[in-house]
């Protein structure tokens, strides 16, 4: 049975990856330094799949525990989902964000180098392209100056990983997420932001849920055809998968250059007073919002051309919009 690390395995996605990877009948070991979630994701996992990981608790900041790690651990591939990832704060905090976004990643390549490790996904994003020229976004297009810290360590990410391909005859892809939304059908995992959410689907199924007062939709003087901005919500389970199919591209050296990267959304565009429509449907529950001003850094549009992702991953989205929204909410309700 091929045993893969998953680093951030308790987070959002990462929990939802080892589920499917579980039902793919791998081993998986999580590392996870807790920064963001909470030790009760490891039970629930358990849970829904009947085999509890092994769980390390250890901050991939420090060289020392990663290179333990490895000493004790004989891995045939990695997802590497570890990062801090709140666009905001990256950008009030930039040398935390490296420190931990680009430091961990360095440490885990260098222990997959000097050990011939192989097979190595990482957790990337749409941010890379900033505003693309050209909607639906494909591979080809152009990645732009980042415009937060966050979607720097993405950019620096996965040129140091192309790098240590090249170098080091490493095999890896880097999935280039759009926007996760929803929960795992079971209502078991799903996405537990700390603090005030500062993506839209929590901010809303939490407004729905009588925590917060309102939503503010960040602004309604886009160029789109409501005024509000769009993205491609893709449903996580969705994504979680698309990470199975990545792994077994690479484990069936069926990967065609060292370094390859994929658009993972849902290849569909959604205004946030679209989504608002779809939650009050899905929710049968009215959205308190106003419209403020908007958002410093965010862009007009981004949704994803897939066209690749399914033919090379020979992976596609299954679920909707609605059923993505219908999660949340059902998520959300578990936790008041
Ligand atoms: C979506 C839309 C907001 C909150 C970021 C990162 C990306 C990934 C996902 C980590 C935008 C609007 C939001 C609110 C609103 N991050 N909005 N009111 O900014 O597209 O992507 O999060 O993995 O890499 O860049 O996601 O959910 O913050 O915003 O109107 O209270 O909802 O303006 O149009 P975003 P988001």
Sequence with gaps: MKKILVT?????????????????????????DLSNTTIGVLDNITEITGKKPDFHQIDLRKKKEVTTFFDNNKIDGIIHFAAFKAVGESVQNPLDYYENNIGSLVYILQEMRNRKLDNFIF??????????????????????????????TKQIGEEIIEETCKAHHLNAIALRYFNPIGAHDSIKIGELPLGVPQNLIPFVTQTAAGIRKELSVFG?????????AIRDYIHVVDLAKAHIAALKRLLNKNNKQNFEFFNVGSGKGSSVLEVIKAFEKASKKPLNYKIVGRREGDITAAFADTTIANKELNWKTEKTLDEALSSAWKWQLKQS
């Excluded at 579980?22 to 996870?32: C, L, W």
């Design 8 to 32: 951030g395995g308790l987070g959002f996605i990462g929990s939802h990856t080892v589920v499917e990877l579980q039902h793919e009948g791998f081993e998986v070991i999580i590392i996870d």
């Design 123 to 152: 957790s990337s994003s749409c941010t890379v392209y900033g505003q693309a020229d050209e909607l639906p976004i494909t591979e080809n297009a152009p990645v732009k100056k980042a415009e937060s810290t966050y979607g720097n």
């Design 220 to 228: 309604d003087d886009y160029p789109t055809p409501d005024g509000t």
